[in-house]
């Protein structure tokens, strides 16, 4: 692993690192961030951070403001990046922002050109807690959360891990990817035409089809004037499943806020409690 930045901040450590991941047979960049109480050695809880399309691992650690409050609660946040990256890395044939890089959707593709380099699932899910875990002083207790195609992840992954993880949150998360825009041209291109490859990576379908091994506490904000809410987003597939199974999800409206950092910026401390509460 090679240290590519070091900030000291609210008394905790920013990092940034690269390293070789077996996983995306590429390099990798990630982001850390470590509470004060983690300088002593005390193993700290760490929250899973997925960004959206178009980010880097650097968004959420510019813009969320997470650091004085995780840092009072002792959280560590992991954010890793949101595709495979590097010279041999096939993009979208037309470089859209909504496939290939920059919008790995947190799967394992199994289409060529992707199936090589696109394994974001498995990197999340195994590779990088089993990096963080031998590198960092961090407990075994972790959450997810994420926003936009960052939420699709942290949905589906915490489902379908809810050994693996306490609780999962998300912000303006894409929560029925196999009926919206950016959900099928991603389904598709990445795991074929074949639909019923696609449930897996649906948290709609998920719930509707009891894919968990337990019911992970799940807290949802989504802003009333998001851009992509009617399009794309859609809470109320999630909230109508969580209905009918008994789901113990927590979908919050926030009025007024939009798809940006700003709404997350104004609701992460209320995540950042939330999953404090389950470690
Ligand atoms: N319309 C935008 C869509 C991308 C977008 O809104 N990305 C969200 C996640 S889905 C984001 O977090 N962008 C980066 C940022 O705000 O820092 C574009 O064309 O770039």
Redesign the pocket.
């Known amino acids: 692993m090679e240290l590519v930045a070091s900030n000291k901040v609210v008394g905790g450590w920013h990092k940034r690192y690269r390293h070789a991941s077996q996983t995306t047979q590429c390099d990798m960049t990630f982001a850390i961030f470590l509470p004060e109480t983690a300088n002593s050695g005390k193993q700290v809880p760490v929250l899973y951070w997925l960004?959206?399309?178009?980010?880097t691992d650097e968004?959420f650690m510019q813009?969320a403001g997470a650091f004085k409050i995780a840092n009072e609660l002792g959280i560590a946040i992991v954010a890793p990046d949101t595709s495979p990256r590097g010279e041999n890395v096939p993009d979208d044939e037309h470089t859209a922002?909504d496939f290939g890089l920059g919008a790995g959707f947190y799967l394992n593709a199994t289409q060529p050109p992707y199936h090589t380099h696109y394994q974001m699932y498995d990197y999340v899910v195994k590779e990088l807690p089993n990096l963080i875990e031998n590198h960092f002083p961090v407990s075994k207790a972790r959450a997810i959360s994420g926003?936009?195609?960052g939420g699709h992840g942290a949905l589906t992954l915490g489902l379908r891990n809810a050994t693996r993880y306490s609780s999962i949150s998300a912000f303006s998360p894409i929560v029925h990817p196999s009926a919206c825009p950016w959900g099928i041209k991603a389904l598709s291109g990445y795991l074929g035409d074949d639909k019923t490859h696609w449930q897996n990576h649906d948290a709609v379908l998920l719930i509707k089809n009891k894919q968990y091994a337990r019911p992970l506490p799940m807290l949802v904000s989504q802003g009333t004037a998001d851009n992509f809410l009617e399009e794309q987003l859609q809470p109320w597939h999630l909230q109508k499943v969580a209905t009918e199974q008994n789901y113990p999800l927590q979908l919050e409206m926030c009025d007024g806020y939009d798809?940006?950092?700003f709404f997350i910026a104004s609701y992460i401390e209320k995540h950042l409690k939330f999953h404090a509460k389950h470690f």
């Open positions: 960004s959206g399309l178009t980010c968004n813009k922002y926003h936009s195609m798809h940006s950092y």
